[in-house]
């Protein structure tokens, strides 16, 4: 752990695993991430599976720091696209806006983000909306540990716990699944495709840059976003 280089398979194995572990009442458990079922929106009787225990009387979405913009904005953006792909009407027009668009604030629209546009794509189902997600995590923490061991040549442990205090910060947690945190998905893609190409330049790395940039400004909750990109 102190001195090996994981291979590729071996950092996207270690990434899986942590998800699987950290994730593990979702995957196992009937657990749920989304905002629409912890915040209860439809009035449903719904039962939560927990595979870490709680404490009595907590409900499942405490400790979140923005359960409205998940649950009155991102998520039913995802909706609102899966309604617009499916029916091949523009999502740049909401006739039940004054203004036209989805929400308020014009600068915290994730319409064409990549998260809900592929649970878009996929049926913008519960399940969709788990697996993209918990895809998105994989793949996060499987560049943030290539880019501790690959390109900052720092030790196999040392990849594992950046990639433990990626999940666990206070940020990471409190905004699970929120629309502040979306470009927190993609910021390691970038980083890693930034250190590739500034270690290596060649004409591959610099497109991977180019393609890594696109999926963070895609994501147009812009204060967060922004704050990525410095």
């Not at 989304?34 to 907590?58: C, Q, V």
């Not at 806006?97 to 319409?111: F, I, M, Q, R, Y």
Request: hydrophobic share 50%.
């Amino acid at each position: 752990l102190t001195e090996g280089r994981p291979t590729r398979l071996g950092a996207f194995l270690i990434a899986l695993v942590l998800v699987v572990i950290i994730f593990g009442d979702v995957i196992f458990n009937r657990g749920t991430l989304s905002m629409l079922d912890m915040a209860n929106i439809t009035w449903k009787n719904r039962t939560y599976g927990f595979y870490h225990p709680e404490r009595p009387l907590m409900a499942v979405h405490y400790g979140y720091s923005d359960t409205g913009g998940a649950a009155f904005q991102s998520e039913p953006m995802i909706q609102f696209m899966k309604y617009s792909i499916e029916k091949r009407q523009s999502p740049y027009w909401n006739p039940y806006s004054a203004t036209g668009a989805v929400g308020p604030e014009t600068l915290v629209d994730n319409k064409f983000s990549p998260f809900t546009l592929l649970v878009a794509v996929l049926g913008g189902s519960n399940t969709a909306f788990h697996f993209v997600l918990l895809t998105l995590y994989v793949f996060a923490i499987y560049f943030i540990i290539r880019v501790v061991t690959a390109q900052f040549n720092l030790s196999l442990l040392s990849g594992i716990t950046a990639a433990v205090i990626y999940l666990l910060n206070g940020f990471s947690v409190a905004n699970i699944s929120s629309n502040v945190a979306q470009s927190y998905l993609y910021f390691p893609f970038l980083l890693f495709t930034l250190c590739s190409l500034v270690l290596k330049p060649n004409f591959w790395r610099f497109l991977a840059a180019i393609l890594a940039n696109i999926l963070l400004l895609m994501t147009t909750f812009l204060p967060t976003t922004t704050l990525v990109m410095l």
